[in-house]
Every structure is written in C-alpha cells, then in structure tokens.
C-alpha cells in the first residue's frame, strides 16, 4: 500500500512539474525561433532545457543561443532546484514578482502533495490556486 501511495505521488509530481514547465517555458514558441540568428534546432534547444531542469543546473542554460529561451531555461531549472529543494528562499533570486510568485506555488503545491496535507495549499498566493490545489488532493 506504502509503495503504490509513493508511485502515485511520483506520478502527480511529474504531472505537475509538467504542467509548470509547459506554461512557463512556452515550448509552443519552440516552432518559430523567433528568426533570431542561430545554429541550433528546436530539439536542440528543448534537449537542453529539459537536462537543465532535470539537473537544476541553470549554467547549462547558457548553451541556448536564443535569448527568450535561455531567460525561460534559467527560469524553469531555479524553480525546480526550489522545488525539489522545498527551499521557496531560493525563489528570492528572481528580479520579477510573478517569477518569485510561480516559484513559490511550486514549492507549495509540491509540499502539499509530498505530505498529502491540504491544509499545505492555504499558503498559496491566491484562491483559485488554492482551490486547485486542494482538488488535487482529494
């Protein structure tokens, strides 16, 4: 039973690391390369960001020659590094508001479920976070 409930938290992690790396990363814009001069391809770039993030090593970020890219791989890896971490201080390094806000509802949720505690989910930044976090759980 221990086992099976540690798989199905596994599975709803990647699910929702998956989720917060599709929104933020924009991998729809991976299509048009923003005709910005560049040798490397779409996959490329994805294959980059995605060992950044599996490793939260953002140095690897700096082999993207896109800039908007590079901005989101540096982004992605920092907010999984809090989130595996649970270390929402690390959020702090972020110059904008939204990013540290994103951050730190990864953290959240990440904990919330970790611990399978709803009550985690009330330290969200606003109610429909909170709602769907709480869902999540049931």
Known sequence: MRKKISIILFIVA?????IIIYRYSDYQELTEVKNEETTQTQEEIAEIINKAIESQDTSLC???EVGDFKEKCITNAV???ARINNDPTICDQFKK???RTICKNAVIVYKAI???NPSFCEELSDEKAIEDCKEELR
């Open 14 to 18: 990647i699910v929702i690391l998956g």
């Open 62 to 64: 700096e082999k993207i």
């Open 79 to 81: 907010i999984a590094k």
């Open 97 to 99: 508001e939204d990013d």
């Open 114 to 116: 970790l611990n399978g």
